[in-house]
């Protein structure tokens, strides 16, 4: 009998071993299974951060990057300079007008015949007593004839008045600051401030109480 009941203790024994082998191996296969498991879905969570992150990326991406105020502020800063007064500029100091330098001349016929009253004509240094009247009858639109230029220039006529119209002593003398030069219109230079006169006589000069003088030589 002690027999017997060794071998089914044996036996009991060897079906406990046998039982635990084959569950070791699934125990085994289970840990592996739950590992293989476990690193799947951290590979899953990790491919799942990594598009989280990319689609992060992407949106932050396809966000419109901010505008730059600076055209407004350049405009600011433009309408700041354009604000502020401006400096005056310094007057520039203006030349002294030269003063024209002016003689007096009249044409006189008779007490009754006038052609130019006493009048300022302008003057330039050098120019002589013809150059004025040259100047003042062409401006007044009066006739004038000279004949021959320079010192030897000799009046003729003047408001369609000529020498002997009047008689044989009649014809035109020039009178200046006075005195009756003995030279021609074309040979006296005049002066700032002469007063010229040119008369018409009747008797060579006698009704003018005329006495030719020597006049700036």
């Known amino acids: 009998d002690k027999q017997g009941d060794d071998e089914e203790e044996k036996q009991t024994t060897q079906l406990a071993k046998e039982e635990t082998?084959?569950?070791?191996?699934?125990?085994?296969?289970?840990?592996k299974k739950s590992n293989h498991?476990?690193?799947?879905?951290?590979?899953?969570?990790?491919?799942?951060?990594?598009?989280?992150?990319?689609?992060?990326?992407?949106?932050?991406?396809?966000?419109?990057?901010?505008?730059?105020?600076t055209s407004s502020n350049q405009s600011d800063n433009k309408e700041t300079e354009q604000s502020k007064p401006k400096p005056k500029p310094k007057p520039t100091p203006s030349k002294p007008k030269e003063e024209k330098k002016t003689v007096t001349l009249s044409i006189k016929i008779s007490?009754?015949?006038v052609p130019l009253g006493a009048?300022?004509?302008?003057?330039?240094?050098?120019?002589?007593v013809l150059d004025a009247l040259n100047r003042i009858t062409k401006e007044k639109g009066?006739?004038?004839?000279?004949?021959?230029?320079?010192?030897s220039a000799y009046v003729?006529?003047?408001?369609?008045v000529y020498e002997f119209?009047?008689?044989?002593?009649?014809?035109?003398?020039y009178r200046i600051n006075g005195v009756f030069p003995d030279r021609g219109v074309g040979a006296v230079k005049i002066q700032p401030g002469d007063n010229i006169e040119?008369?018409?006589?009747?008797?060579?000069?006698?009704?003018?109480?005329?006495?030719?003088?020597?006049?700036?030589?």
């Open 165 to 173: 119209d009047r008689g044989q002593g009649s014809g035109w003398m």
């Open 198 to 217: 040119f008369l018409y006589t009747l008797d060579l000069g006698k009704d003018l109480n005329a006495n030719l003088q020597p006049y700036r030589r």
């Open 21 to 31: 082998k084959e569950k070791q191996p699934k125990a085994s296969n289970e840990a």
């Open 156 to 160: 003729k006529g003047l408001a369609n």
């Open 119 to 128: 009048t300022q004509v302008t003057m330039n240094d050098g120019e002589t």
């Open 142 to 151: 009066i006739h004038r004839d000279v004949t021959g230029g320079g010192s």
């Open 37 to 69: 498991q476990s690193t799947k879905s951290s590979t899953t969570n990790s491919d799942s951060s990594t598009s989280s992150n990319n689609v992060t990326k992407k949106e932050s991406s396809s966000k419109p990057a901010p505008k730059k105020e």
């Open 111 to 113: 007490s009754s015949e």
